[in-house]
């Protein structure tokens, strides 16, 4: 049945927008609403995800060319294809619930069906209507939403427009807990999430719902109405509790109020329902615009003034006013609303630009600061040529020096954007003549060098003119000790000088938030990096022992001491002292701000993960395990974990507990995070471990690159392409990652496996002999080796030296290197030894060693029988 026909049976039946925002607003208690919601797929449309509709119609197709092969099929012979499938196939095909007997056709499996969901739902941007009914909701209009969809969208409206945080239910154990009374905002899933296999999407799962679900659904129904929108009717789970309260006189007393459109279908059973007391229908343009409509005459118009700063929330905004569907064009109030958000956002970007000019200082004109709006328009929209050609125009004729400075700024990055890093030097040259003694415009032409030597070379021409500048040493360190990592040998600045650099930079700025405490740390950790040496091991204790000590003397619970120490004893194998200063970080977090807590809290996560091998730690495991299930941990709601937090639960439930899902379902809430791009490394390749879907991996990375360094992206690209086997592509982006600064020994590292795993033996016996020379570090010199002579193994059939092998065992630096040299040695019991220690203290070296070509697999083959596969597609 279509809209005319059930106006025409049941006009007496229909109400209007207006009689709903009526009912809706008059409410006996502010904080009570009168109406819970239930939103279907139709709510999520306008956000990308296709509806129930759409999908049965690619599936209908789908299946009838596959039942059908010789026939063809036009998109208008879909009543042929029903009809072929009701006469043969009425055993599984059911025409009133066409959605789920075809989705359980085309997928056996419950993961199965979670991967094709999560493929469907995962990666979109809530509309426009969500942050209506966020606003809605946090003012008590509603207070629980039911929906049958499996998507994120409404809890990211939430996490991005509102600070209240609301409860979300996709379980039915979930639900016990939750009262009606409770204050907070409540999403029950009624189907479940897609994050885990136990959707509800299949014609038996739909058949009924949880108990759980089932009882609160009842139970809320005694205080609230019910407001349907974007949802069919299709399935009976809902539909029989709908029917059921209907027969009592205690549910539903403000009534059920079943938003459609005019084109919608309207199925029988829905029909019935509407019969019913009680029950009524109302026409609605769809989900956004009776939002819109009843926020307005509600609550006026949207308010989102703030700082998109936050580069999620600043995404949605912009799909807001971007208006795909046209939204504005169907809803006054949306329209109006797109204008003011709009305004607001070209004002943000007039502030923003305000800070960049430091309004104190700034004394341009009008005509220059309109010019610099422009200026910013233009580079976003990458059209550098005409704001080349505006910029040059004006470049001369600034009322300031002050403009001019600008001018040549954005003029330099253009220029540094197109790779024309000549002209964008040269230009860098005149900025700095117009104030010799700025330490930020040299820092600014340093940053155009993309070569570390290069960027070094040219800051080393600079230390007697900023000698007085500890922000000056401090980006010489920050360079410097890149540098040194990248060329070790032939560096620009000796380690001494670079200790000395740390030593003046501390003495023009002793306070504890100068960075230079902990560069000095790194630097005392390079100076004595011989591990064999009991003299000098006793030495670098010493020197590292005085310097925490100046540290602790002027503030023994700033963070960056509390950094320091932690750092020192991960890095003396410590783990006795480590766990004391977990204690003290723990004391330390009872009495702190909210800000020094999470800086607290996330040093103990970071951590965690990097003890397993640590010596004296046979409570690692119940230590890890009880701080995971403590009561500070607990009590942190779960919109406000750190990113920290949730990889540490990630790996907590991979390394420990062997729970791949739970792993799984923690990085992809960290990849959600506003800080996912300080764990990028992290993240990415523990996503590689649990998942080969590869364009997830990339839409993460490509989502952070402006948040990280360009050798870390490229490093990372590499990473996700080596996964794919495109190892041609995955040399390109390590080449790439190297010229931006990637380290040497990183670079040979994973170039040489790479090449392995290429089966290009050859080339790594080369890489090896041509630069195992610069390689200072004994651990990264037995790495190269082992790679070498795996690729002489696999070209030769024997070693080429089986006594390097042998050496490698005997220093036993690491458990993996000698498992490694084992290997190349094809001792078995050794073998089969090692590799069960190392999984049995650490479940996460499985997927290292899957991924060893020095590892022949009939070693791993038991493993991965046991293992319960979860790449997903």
């Given at each position: 049945m279509d809209y005319a026909r059930l106006k025409k049976e049941l006009g007496h039946k229909e109400r209007t927008v207006d009689d709903l925002i009526s009912y809706i607003g008059t409410k006996t208690n502010e904080h009570v609403p009168n109406y819970s919601l239930l939103l279907g797929a139709g709510a999520s449309f306008t956000s990308g995800i296709k509806t129930g509709i759409n999908l049965v119609s690619g599936w209908r197709e789908e299946v009838y060319k596959h039942l059908c092969p010789e026939e063809e099929y036009e998109g208008y012979e879909e009543f042929k294809a029903k009809d072929f499938l009701i006469k043969n196939y009425s055993n599984w095909y059911n025409l009133s619930n066409e959605y789920s007997s075809l989705f359980e056709y085309k997928f056996d499996l419950p993961s199965q069906r979670r991967r094709f969901v999560e493929q469907e739902v995962d990666g979109h941007l809530p509309s426009i209507g969500y942050s209506y009914l966020v606003s809605l909701t946090t003012n008590r209009f509603f207070d629980t939403i039911y929906t049958t969809n499996f998507d994120d969208l409404l809890n990211e409206a939430f996490y991005q427009f509102s600070q209240v945080r609301p409860l979300v239910c996709a379980h039915d154990s979930s639900l016990q807990s939750i009262s009606v009374n409770s204050s907070r905002p409540k999403i029950i899933k009624l189907h479940g999430d897609y994050l885990f296999d136990d959707i509800k999407s299949t014609l038996r799962e739909t058949e009924s719902l949880e108990n759980n679900i089932k009882n609160k659904f009842t139970q809320f129904s005694k205080e609230y109405g019910l407001i349907i929108i974007g949802y069919a009717g299709n399935d009976r789970s809902v539909m029989d509790v709908i029917n059921f309260l209907l027969k009592s006189e205690e549910y539903l007393n403000n009534g059920v109020y079943w938003c459609l459109r005019e084109g919608d279908y309207i199925n029988p059973e829905l029909t019935k329902l509407l019969w019913k007391d009680k029950v009524y229908f109302i026409k609605i343009s769809g989900f956004d615009e009776v939002m819109a409509e009843m926020h307005y005459k509600l609550k006026r118009e949207l308010s989102l003034d703030d700082n998109f700063t936050n580069s999620k929330k600043e995404a949605i905004i912009s799909s807001f006013t971007e208006d795909e569907y046209r939204l504005s064009e169907k809803s006054e109030y949306i329209s109006s609303d797109i204008k003011q958000l709009t305004k607001h956002k070209n004002s943000m970007d007039i502030s923003h630009l305000i800070r960049e000019l430091n309004e104190k200082e700034f004394n341009g004109s009008e005509e220059d600061f309109k010019t610099f709006l422009s200026l910013d328009r233009l580079v976003q929209e990458k059209n550098y040529i005409e704001a080349t050609n505006i910029i040059k125009s004006r470049v001369d004729k600034p009322e300031n020096i002050k403009s001019k400075g600008v001018y040549l700024k954005k003029l330099i990055l253009i220029y540094k954007a197109q790779d024309k890093i000549q002209e964008a030097l040269s230009l860098c040259d005149e900025l700095i003549e117009l104030d010799p003694f700025e330490v930020r415009s040299l820092i600014f032409k340093s940053e155009i060098f993309k070569n570390m030597t290069e960027r070094c070379k040219f800051i080393e021409g600079f230390q007697t003119k900023f000698n007085s500048n500890y922000q000056f040493h401090n980006y010489l360190l920050t360079n410097a000790i890149d540098e040194f990592h990248y060329t070790k040998t032939d560096s620009v600045f000796s380690l001494d000088f670079l200790l000395q650099t740390a030593d003046r930079s501390l003495q023009l700025e002793p306070s504890l938030n100068n960075i230079s405490w902990l560069f000095k740390l790194d630097l005392l950790n390079l100076k004595f990096n011989d591990r064999l040496d009991?003299?000098?091991?006793?030495?670098?204790?010493?020197?590292?022992?005085?310097?925490?000590?100046?540290?602790?003397?002027?503030?023994?619970?700033?963070?960056?001491?509390?950094?320091?120490?932690?750092?020192?004893?991960?890095?003396?194998?410590?783990?006795?002292?480590?766990?004391?200063?977990?204690?003290?970080?723990?004391?330390?977090?009872?009495?702190?701000?909210?800000?020094?807590?999470?800086?607290?809290?996330?040093?103990?996560?970071?951590?965690?993960?990097?003890?397993?091998?640590?010596?004296?730690?046979?409570?690692?495991?119940?230590?890890?395990?009880?701080?995971?299930?403590?009561?500070?941990?607990?009590?942190?709601?779960?919109?406000?974990?750190?990113?920290?937090?949730?990889?540490?639960?990630?790996?907590?439930?991979?390394?420990?507990?062997?729970?791949?899902?739970?792993?799984?379902?923690?990085?992809?809430?960290?990849?959600?995070?506003?800080?996912?791009?300080?764990?990028?490394?992290?993240?990415?390749?523990?996503?590689?471990?649990?998942?080969?879907?590869?364009?997830?991996?990339?839409?993460?990375?490509?989502?952070?690159?402006?948040?990280?360094?360009?050798?870390?992206?490229?490093?990372?690209?590499?990473?996700?392409?080596?996964?794919?086997?495109?190892?041609?592509?995955?040399?390109?982006?390590?080449?790439?990652?190297?010229?931006?600064?990637?380290?040497?020994?990183?670079?040979?590292?994973?170039?040489?496996?790479?090449?392995?795993?290429?089966?290009?033996?050859?080339?790594?016996?080369?890489?090896?002999?041509?630069?195992?020379?610069?390689?200072?570090?004994?651990?990264?010199?037995?790495?190269?080796?082992?790679?070498?002579?795996?690729?002489?193994?696999?070209?030769?059939?024997?070693?080429?030296?089986?006594?390097?092998?042998?050496?490698?065992?005997?220093?036993?630096?690491?458990?993996?290197?000698?498992?490694?040299?084992?290997?190349?040695?094809?001792?078995?019991?050794?073998?089969?030894?090692?590799?069960?220690?190392?999984?049995?203290?650490?479940?996460?070296?499985?997927?290292?060693?899957?991924?060893?070509?020095?590892?022949?697999?009939?070693?791993?083959?038991?493993?991965?029988?046991?293992?319960?596969?979860?790449?997903?597609?």
């Amino acid at each position: 049945m279509d809209y005319a026909r059930l106006k025409k049976e049941l006009g007496h039946k229909e109400r209007t927008v207006d009689d709903l925002i009526s009912y809706i607003g008059t409410k006996t208690n502010e904080h009570v609403p009168n109406y819970s919601l239930l939103l279907g797929a139709g709510a999520s449309f306008t956000s990308g995800i296709k509806t129930g509709i759409n999908l049965v119609s690619g599936w209908r197709e789908e299946v009838y060319k596959h039942l059908c092969p010789e026939e063809e099929y036009e998109g208008y012979e879909e009543f042929k294809a029903k009809d072929f499938l009701i006469k043969n196939y009425s055993n599984w095909y059911n025409l009133s619930n066409e959605y789920s007997s075809l989705f359980e056709y085309k997928f056996d499996l419950p993961s199965q069906r979670r991967r094709f969901v999560e493929q469907e739902v995962d990666g979109h941007l809530p509309s426009i209507g969500y942050s209506y009914l966020v606003s809605l909701t946090t003012n008590r209009f509603f207070d629980t939403i039911y929906t049958t969809n499996f998507d994120d969208l409404l809890n990211e409206a939430f996490y991005q427009f509102s600070q209240v945080r609301p409860l979300v239910c996709a379980h039915d154990s979930s639900l016990q807990s939750i009262s009606v009374n409770s204050s907070r905002p409540k999403i029950i899933k009624l189907h479940g999430d897609y994050l885990f296999d136990d959707i509800k999407s299949t014609l038996r799962e739909t058949e009924s719902l949880e108990n759980n679900i089932k009882n609160k659904f009842t139970q809320f129904s005694k205080e609230y109405g019910l407001i349907i929108i974007g949802y069919a009717g299709n399935d009976r789970s809902v539909m029989d509790v709908i029917n059921f309260l209907l027969k009592s006189e205690e549910y539903l007393n403000n009534g059920v109020y079943w938003c459609l459109r005019e084109g919608d279908y309207i199925n029988p059973e829905l029909t019935k329902l509407l019969w019913k007391d009680k029950v009524y229908f109302i026409k609605i343009s769809g989900f956004d615009e009776v939002m819109a409509e009843m926020h307005y005459k509600l609550k006026r118009e949207l308010s989102l003034d703030d700082n998109f700063t936050n580069s999620k929330k600043e995404a949605i905004i912009s799909s807001f006013t971007e208006d795909e569907y046209r939204l504005s064009e169907k809803s006054e109030y949306i329209s109006s609303d797109i204008k003011q958000l709009t305004k607001h956002k070209n004002s943000m970007d007039i502030s923003h630009l305000i800070r960049e000019l430091n309004e104190k200082e700034f004394n341009g004109s009008e005509e220059d600061f309109k010019t610099f709006l422009s200026l910013d328009r233009l580079v976003q929209e990458k059209n550098y040529i005409e704001a080349t050609n505006i910029i040059k125009s004006r470049v001369d004729k600034p009322e300031n020096i002050k403009s001019k400075g600008v001018y040549l700024k954005k003029l330099i990055l253009i220029y540094k954007a197109q790779d024309k890093i000549q002209e964008a030097l040269s230009l860098c040259d005149e900025l700095i003549e117009l104030d010799p003694f700025e330490v930020r415009s040299l820092i600014f032409k340093s940053e155009i060098f993309k070569n570390m030597t290069e960027r070094c070379k040219f800051i080393e021409g600079f230390q007697t003119k900023f000698n007085s500048n500890y922000q000056f040493h401090n980006y010489l360190l920050t360079n410097a000790i890149d540098e040194f990592h990248y060329t070790k040998t032939d560096s620009v600045f000796s380690l001494d000088f670079l200790l000395q650099t740390a030593d003046r930079s501390l003495q023009l700025e002793p306070s504890l938030n100068n960075i230079s405490w902990l560069f000095k740390l790194d630097l005392l950790n390079l100076k004595f990096n011989d591990r064999l040496d009991k003299k000098v091991k006793k030495e670098k204790e010493k020197e590292i022992e005085n310097h925490l000590e100046k540290a602790k003397s002027i503030n023994d619970q700033h963070m960056r001491y509390l950094k320091m120490s932690l750092h020192s004893s991960v890095i003396n194998n410590d783990y006795k002292n480590i766990k004391n200063i977990f204690d003290i970080l723990l004391n330390i977090y009872i009495t702190s701000s909210k800000g020094k807590k999470r800086k607290l809290l996330s040093l103990i996560c970071e951590e965690y993960p990097s003890l397993v091998d640590h010596k004296n730690n046979e409570s690692f495991y119940s230590d890890w395990s009880n701080f995971i299930d403590s009561d500070l941990i607990k009590k942190i709601p779960k919109n406000e974990e750190l990113a920290s937090l949730l990889i540490n639960k990630a790996q907590y439930y991979l390394m420990i507990e062997k729970d791949e899902e739970k792993s799984l379902k923690f990085l992809k809430l960290a990849m959600m995070h506003s800080d996912a791009s300080d764990y990028a490394s992290t993240i990415i390749n523990s996503f590689l471990n649990l998942s080969n879907n590869y364009d997830e991996a990339y839409t993460f990375l490509n989502k952070i690159k402006d948040e990280i360094k360009k050798r870390v992206y490229y490093s990372l690209k590499s990473n996700i392409l080596l996964a794919e086997s495109l190892f041609d592509k995955a040399e390109e982006s390590l080449d790439k990652s190297y010229q931006y600064g990637l380290s040497h020994t990183n670079y040979l590292t994973k170039g040489t496996f790479l090449n392995l795993m290429a089966q290009r033996y050859t080339k790594v016996i080369s890489m090896v002999d041509s630069n195992i020379d610069k390689i200072e570090d004994q651990q990264d010199q037995d790495i190269l080796t082992i790679n070498k002579e795996l690729a002489y193994k696999k070209l030769h059939d024997k070693l080429n030296d089986k006594v390097t092998a042998r050496n490698i065992i005997s220093r036993g630096l690491t458990k993996h290197l000698t498992l490694a040299a084992h290997c190349l040695l094809d001792n078995e019991i050794d073998i089969k030894r090692l590799i069960k220690q190392s999984i049995d203290n650490d479940y996460t070296s499985l997927y290292q060693f899957k991924s060893w070509p020095v590892i022949p697999e009939k070693y791993l083959s038991g493993y991965l029988n046991k293992k319960t596969e979860l790449k997903l597609a």
